[in-house]
């Protein structure tokens, strides 16, 4: 076995996000791409984390969308060139983000490569995406992934070795020179872990007793986990995971739990023979959408009704010292926080940013509007974790999803809440928009938008209450005196253009009120904002792509 070190010309553009690096599939496949980023990536861990990757394990895996083999086996060339002693690989290739993060905490990894683009399509048109997960199991953070960067513009060679694909197919241990590459089952680790957290007994119950769930994995990662867990652990009827067979595109689907791509989940929950509650995961696992009989149940309001509730899982049952959302979520989880006694946190976007005050114990809870909610159990969002917890609460509480969110909103008041996705917009108009806005927001309270009053409004800076690092430029927050809320900020998880991102918020504590449509309470706060904002002057869209 020969290893090579291979001339390569640094790539302009390789600066990992929030969620990773996230590029088209033909951005992947140009020569030395995938090759460049890695090495960058193994070349600065010394300077990041104060440890090099030789001598040490790491996790690998990915959500099996296209182009996921061939970066698998590339991956393990180079981890064998640049001295990793050893490799865990999920079997296929495939590893959901929360069992990766699962895999690294509980063998106590050095750290692990995420492939995956999440809840963007695949297919070789669609996308594709490389993160690295430091040791405690969560993304890496900011200055793990400036220092991949700065490597990724001076980088002259990459090192591999000349071998032949390694098998992936078996549970089984492979030798490739001081390397030893084991093959794991993706799903076994994570299952006992969910045991652990959640009381199956009453979980086996609730199915026994005829209650009847529908879970769409959308072809994605989630499959084998919910055939796994749902149907042979829990006992609900085989099929009751759909669209559970992985596949390189997602079958054609958009593989994002939201309303508009499972609108087929949520039909099937309006149907007269309707199973008692549906959920949906995304492409690597992550994301979760929860729908009962009443139609899908917001994240925001998940997060808090999973707060209100927690004391009902054996994990939580000593309650939680805190909680955190990211500041585009509605403010919902803070009322409940506020009643328990406990802290809150509001962080940026981008699960990293609650890595610290998981660590810390300062939360056990936490989660984001765009479909993601966790605890202290791993350091990434958790699609089926999430769905066994509102599982828990069912059995335990013994009532349908719908009078449970009906009572929050009854002890808490409801956040009405949505939020719009102008998605592929061009980049320098985006930011154009936002520059816009930045530059007017000393001069916003005070003044009328329509029949809305500006109290307060500001550019979202975070300061870890951890380690103290800042964060700035976060997003555009605004704030009137009757309560209400829009939010403003560009996503990092697209790969053409930029995504903006127009969160919108009304608290209403009238229970007469409560049943009122999200778009009609709604409706003058997007117009007012719409147009002061010239979304579609600067832009050219007139509506969102995306409503969730």
């Known amino acids: 076995m020969n290893t090579l070190r291979v001339p390569v010309t640094p790539f302009a553009g390789q600066r990992p996000g929030t969620s990773g690096l996230r590029k088209k599939v033909a951005v992947f496949r140009e020569p030395g791409y995938i090759e460049a980023f890695i090495q960058s990536l193994f070349d600065a861990l010394p300077e990041a984390v104060g440890r090099s990757v030789e001598g040490q394990m790491l996790v690998l895996g990915g959500d099996g969308r296209f182009f996921n083999d061939r970066a698998i086996q590339t991956i393990i060339r180079m981890a064998a060139a640049n001295g990793v002693a050893r490799l865990l690989v999920g079997r296929d290739g495939l590893l959901s983000t929360p069992a990766l993060s699962a895999v690294i905490r509980e063998r106590r990894a050095f750290g692990g490569i995420v492939l995956s683009a999440s809840h963007n399509p695949g297919g ?47 549970i089984v241990s492979i030798k490739l020179g001081e390397l030893d590459v084991t093959v794991i089952d993706p799903v076994t680790e994570y299952a006992a872990l969910m045991e652990r957290i959640f009381d199956f007994d009453r979980l086996n119950a609730l199915f026994r007793g005829g209650f009847r769930l529908r879970f769409d994995a959308m072809n994605a990662v989630t499959g084998p986990y919910a055939r796994e867990i749902f149907e042979r652990r829990l006992g ?87 909680v955190a959302r990211s500041m585009p979520t509605s403010r919902a989880v803070d009322r409940v926080a506020k009643t328990l006694g406990i802290e809150c946190f509001e962080t940026p976007t981008g699960w990293k940013y609650f890595g610290n005050l998981l660590d810390a114990g300062r939360i056990a809870l936490c989660g984001e509007e765009s479909a993601g909610t966790s605890s202290n159990h791993v350091r990434e969002k958790d699609g089926v974790w999430a769905v066994l917890f509102w599982l828990n609460i069912l059995a335990v509480r013994g009532a349908p999803a719908t009078a449970i969110v009906a009572d929050h909103w009854m002890k808490f008041g409801r956040d009405f809440y949505v939020r719009h ?53 976060q997003g555009i927050r605004i ?70």
Not at 126 to 150: L, W
Not at 450 to 469: E, R
């Open 421 to 473: 996705d102008y998605e592929a917009i061009e980049s320098d108009r985006a930011n154009r928009l936002i520059d816009g806005l930045r530059r007017r927001i000393s001069k916003l309270p005070g003044t009328r938008i329509g029949d809305l009053m500006v109290a307060s409004a500001d550019d979202f800076a975070y300061t870890d209450p951890v380690d103290g690092s800042t964060s700035a430029h």
């Open 236 to 322: 609900a009827p085989v099929g009751t995971a759909i669209n559970a067979d992985p596949l390189a595109d997602f079958g054609g689907l958009h593989p994002d739990p939201n309303p508009t791509h499972a609108a087929s989940l949520i039909a099937a929950l309006a149907a007269p023979d309707a199973p008692d509650f549906g959920a949906a995961s995304d492409g690597d696992g992550d994301r979760n959408l929860v729908v009962d009989r009443g139609g899908a149940i917001g994240p925001s309001d998940s997060l808090a009704v999973l707060a209100a509730n927690a004391q009902l899982i054996p994990w939580f049952k000593d309650g939680l010292p805190g």
């Open 124 to 170: 070789p048109d669609g996308d594709f995406g490389i993160k690295y997960n430091v040791a405690n199991g969560g993304p890496a953070p900011e200055r793990v992934t400036e220092a991949i960067y700065r490597r990724s513009q001076t980088i002259e060679a990459y090192r591999t070795v000349e071998t032949a694909d390694l098998p992936l197919d078996k």
């Open 479 to 548: 704030g009137f005196a009757d309560g209400e809320r829009a939010v403003y900020r560009l996503s990092g998880t697209g790969t053409e253009g930029a995504t903006l991102r127009v969160y919108l918020e009304r608290y209403e504590p009238d229970p007469a009120r409560h049943g009122l449509a999200v778009s009609a309470k709604l409706a003058p706060l997007a117009a007012a904002w719409a147009a002061r904002a010239d979304i579609a002057g600067i832009t050219g869209r007139d509506k969102p792509s995306v409503v969730a």
